[in-house]
């Protein structure tokens, strides 16, 4: 999420990574990308590209939106 999404990221808890979505990241329409629909992305990704992401959703057990900008993994 880093390097395409997020602006920053910081350890925020014993297992709790925070990620601030960039202001440039866009949706191909040029709208704005919001935590909101990250979080949804990467739940949907999870449920359609389940095998293929087992290594990140062995750790990841939630994705919580913070605010418009900011998304926490727990």
Do not use: M, N
Request: net charge positive; hydrophobic share 40%; charged share 25%.
């Amino acid at each position: 999420p880093v390097s395409g999404l997020a602006e920053s990221w910081s350890v925020t808890g014993e297992k709790e990574i925070t990620f601030k979505i960039a202001q440039t990241s866009r949706w191909s329409d040029g709208s704005a990308l919001t935590a909101d629909q990250a979080a949804k992305c990467l739940i949907r990704a999870k449920r359609v590209h389940g095998d293929s992401l087992k290594t990140l959703y062995d750790y990841v057990v939630a994705i919580e939106v913070k605010d418009v900008q900011t998304l926490v993994f727990k």
